[in-house]
Protein backbone atom coordinates (compact mmCIF):
# COMPACT_ATOMS: atom_id res chain seq x y z
CA UNK A 1 0.00 0.00 0.00
CA UNK A 2 2.76 2.59 1.16
CA UNK A 3 4.19 1.72 -2.42
CA UNK A 4 1.32 2.28 -4.40
CA UNK A 5 0.79 5.49 -2.53
CA UNK A 6 4.41 6.94 -3.23
CA UNK A 7 4.03 5.44 -6.90
CA UNK A 8 1.35 7.13 -7.44
CA UNK A 9 2.19 10.50 -5.70
CA UNK A 10 5.91 10.19 -7.50
CA UNK A 11 3.65 9.64 -11.01
CA UNK A 12 1.30 12.60 -10.29
CA UNK A 13 4.06 14.91 -9.71
CA UNK A 14 5.69 13.91 -12.48
CA UNK A 15 2.21 14.57 -14.64
CA UNK A 16 2.71 18.42 -13.48
CA UNK A 17 5.07 18.99 -16.75
CA UNK A 18 3.48 17.05 -19.07
CA UNK A 19 1.14 17.86 -22.13
CA UNK A 20 -2.43 16.73 -21.67
CA UNK A 21 -2.00 14.07 -24.26
CA UNK A 22 0.61 12.24 -22.61
CA UNK A 23 -0.84 11.89 -19.52
CA UNK A 24 -2.54 8.52 -19.85
CA UNK A 25 0.76 6.63 -19.50
CA UNK A 26 1.81 8.67 -16.31
CA UNK A 27 -1.12 8.43 -13.82
CA UNK A 28 -1.72 4.94 -13.16
CA UNK A 29 -5.55 3.64 -12.66
CA UNK A 30 -4.64 0.94 -10.76
CA UNK A 31 -2.74 2.16 -8.14
CA UNK A 32 -5.23 4.66 -7.99
CA UNK A 33 -8.20 2.15 -7.24
CA UNK A 34 -5.44 0.38 -4.66
CA UNK A 35 -4.49 3.60 -2.88
CA UNK A 36 -8.44 4.27 -2.02
CA UNK A 37 -9.70 1.19 -1.73
CA UNK A 38 -11.54 1.71 -5.08
CA UNK A 39 -13.89 -1.48 -5.88
CA UNK A 40 -16.43 -1.30 -8.38
CA UNK A 41 -19.53 -3.45 -9.01
CA UNK A 42 -18.44 -5.16 -12.27
CA UNK A 43 -16.36 -4.48 -15.18
CA UNK A 44 -18.56 -1.94 -16.93
CA UNK A 45 -18.77 0.83 -13.97
CA UNK A 46 -15.02 -0.05 -13.95
CA UNK A 47 -14.69 0.97 -17.29
CA UNK A 48 -17.09 4.01 -16.60
CA UNK A 49 -14.91 5.23 -14.01
CA UNK A 50 -11.55 4.67 -15.59
CA UNK A 51 -12.96 7.51 -18.77
CA UNK A 52 -14.19 9.50 -16.00
CA UNK A 53 -10.69 9.19 -13.72
CA UNK A 54 -8.84 9.72 -17.49
CA UNK A 55 -11.02 12.95 -18.29
CA UNK A 56 -10.40 14.50 -14.75
CA UNK A 57 -6.78 13.69 -14.80
CA UNK A 58 -7.07 15.54 -18.16
CA UNK A 59 -8.51 18.27 -16.58
CA UNK A 60 -6.13 17.96 -13.79
CA UNK A 61 -2.94 18.42 -16.12
CA UNK A 62 -4.48 21.40 -18.30
CA UNK A 63 -5.21 23.28 -15.31
CA UNK A 64 -1.19 23.04 -13.75
CA UNK A 65 -0.48 23.67 -17.35
CA UNK A 66 -2.00 26.96 -16.53
CA UNK A 67 -0.63 27.36 -12.97
CA UNK A 68 3.20 26.48 -14.57
CA UNK A 69 2.61 29.47 -17.08
CA UNK A 70 1.30 31.98 -14.63
CA UNK A 71 -2.31 31.72 -15.45
CA UNK A 72 -3.54 30.40 -12.37
CA UNK A 73 -2.69 30.72 -8.44
CA UNK A 74 -3.54 27.33 -8.04
CA UNK A 75 -2.59 23.62 -9.29
CA UNK A 76 -4.79 20.28 -8.93
CA UNK A 77 -4.04 16.90 -8.12
CA UNK A 78 -5.60 13.48 -8.24
CA UNK A 79 -7.17 12.38 -4.62
CA UNK A 80 -10.09 10.30 -3.40
CA UNK A 81 -12.96 12.17 -5.67
CA UNK A 82 -10.77 11.56 -9.28
CA UNK A 83 -12.79 8.61 -10.55
CA UNK A 84 -16.30 10.90 -10.13
CA UNK A 85 -18.03 13.19 -12.12
CA UNK A 86 -19.15 16.68 -10.40
CA UNK A 87 -22.77 15.43 -10.00
CA UNK A 88 -21.15 12.24 -8.00
CA UNK A 89 -18.68 14.31 -6.10
CA UNK A 90 -20.83 17.61 -5.16
CA UNK A 91 -22.77 15.86 -2.65
CA UNK A 92 -19.90 13.98 -1.50
CA UNK A 93 -18.18 17.25 -0.64
CA UNK A 94 -21.52 19.49 0.37
CA UNK A 95 -24.10 17.67 1.60
CA UNK A 96 -26.97 15.49 0.15
CA UNK A 97 -29.06 18.86 -0.03
CA UNK A 98 -26.55 20.22 -2.44
CA UNK A 99 -28.01 22.05 -5.78
CA UNK A 100 -25.46 24.03 -8.18
CA UNK A 101 -28.34 26.75 -8.80
Do not use: H
Not at 5 to 29: C, H, N, P, R
Not at 43 to 66: G, H, L
Not at 73 to 94: H, I, K, S
Amino acid sequence: MKFAFSTLALLASAAYGLKSSEIESVIDFDAFTEIFGRAYENAEVRRERRAIFEENVRQIVSQNERYANGLSTFQAGVNQFTDMTNEVRAPNLCGESWAPF
